[in-house]
T-cell receptor
Framework: DTGVSQNPRHKITKRGQNVTFRCDPISEHNRLYWYRQTLGQGPEFLTYFQNEAQLEKSRLLSDRFSAERPKGSFSTLEIQRTEQGDSAMYLC????????????????FGSGTRLTVV | SQQGEEDPQALSIQEGENATMNCSYKTSINNLQWYRQNSGRGLVHLILIRSNEREKHSGRLRVTLDTSKKSSSLLITASRAADTASYFCATDASNTGKLIFGQGTTLQVKP
C-alpha cells in the first residue's frame, strides 16, 4: 500500500463548472476524512466516513458540495457550480477507527488536490 | 471553526537550536495530535498524546499536554534545515476521530 492517493493533483476550472475529486485511502483504514485548506490556514473539516456511512458533514459545507464512499473504499468529493471562493487545497485523510484492531486516530493524509476557480 | 491556536505564528531559528511551539484549545479533549506540512504538500502525523498523558517523546520531538490549562507544546531539539515546515496541532474533542486543526506555526530553520 502506497498511502493515501488523491487525483487529480491540480484542477483549474471555470466558475460555474462542476468538479469531482477522488481519494483512495489506505485499504485497511475504515475512516476517511475530507478537509479544505486555504493559504496560511489550517485544514478545515468538511466531512468524514466510517466505511460507507457519512457520519458528519460540516455546516460550512453548502449544498453544492457532496461526498460519497459507495463501497467503503475510495471516496469522491463533488463541487457543483464552482465559485471563486472554492479555490483551495482539498485534502483527504484516512485512519483506523472503531471496530478495527488497535484503532489509531492518527491520520494519513494524501498530497491533496489544488483547485483553482477562474 | 478552529479549536486550536498555535503560538507563535512564525518562528525562525538557526540549525542546531531548539524550537518550541505552543497550542491552546478551548474544549476538553480525548487526544491531541501534532502534524507537519511541507509547502504545498499533505500533512504528516508526528505524534499523538492522550488526555491522560502529560508528556511523550518521539526521536527529537517532545510533546507535553496540560489539560488544566488546555495547552500543549511541541519541542523539536537540535533542529535541522529539513525541519522547515508548518506545524499544526489538532484535537479530537468527541472521541470520534474527527480532528479540528489550529492555524499552524511556520518554522524556518536556517542552515
Amino acid at each position: 500500500d502506497t498511502g493515501v492517493s488523491q487525483n487529480p493533483r491540480h484542477k483549474i476550472t471555470k466558475r460555474g463548472q462542476n468538479v469531482t475529486f477522488r481519494c483512495d485511502p489506505i485499504s485497511e483504514h475504515n475512516r476517511l476524512y475530507w478537509y479544505r485548506q486555504t493559504l496560511g490556514q489550517g485544514p478545515e473539516f468538511l466531512t468524514y466516513f466510517q466505511n460507507e456511512a457519512q457520519l458528519e458533514k460540516s455546516r460550512l459545507l453548502s449544498d453544492r458540495f457532496s461526498a460519497e464512499r459507495p463501497k467503503g473504499s475510495f471516496s469522491t468529493l463533488e463541487i457543483q457550480r464552482t465559485e471563486q471562493g472554492d479555490s483551495a487545497m482539498y485534502l483527504c485523510a484516512s485512519s483506523r477507527g472503531p471496530g478495527q484492531a488497535l484503532p489509531n486516530y492518527g491520520y494519513t493524509f494524501g498530497s491533496g488536490t489544488r483547485l483553482t476557480v477562474v | 471553526s478552529q479549536q486550536g491556536e498555535e503560538d507563535p505564528q512564525a518562528l525562525s531559528i538557526q540549525e542546531g537550536e531548539n524550537a518550541t511551539m505552543n497550542c491552546s484549545y478551548k474544549t476538553s479533549i480525548n487526544n491531541l495530535q501534532w502534524y507537519r506540512q511541507n509547502s504545498g504538500r499533505g500533512l504528516v502525523h508526528l505524534i499523538l498524546i492522550r488526555s491522560n498523558e502529560r508528556e511523550k517523546h518521539s526521536g527529537r520531538l517532545r510533546v507535553t499536554l496540560d489539560t488544566s490549562k488546555k495547552s500543549s507544546s511541541l519541542l523539536i531539539t537540535a533542529s535541522r534545515a529539513a525541519d522547515t515546515a508548518s506545524y499544526f496541532c489538532a484535537t479530537d474533542a468527541s472521541n470520534t476521530g474527527k480532528l479540528i486543526f489550529g492555524q499552524g506555526t511556520t518554522l524556518q530553520v536556517k542552515p
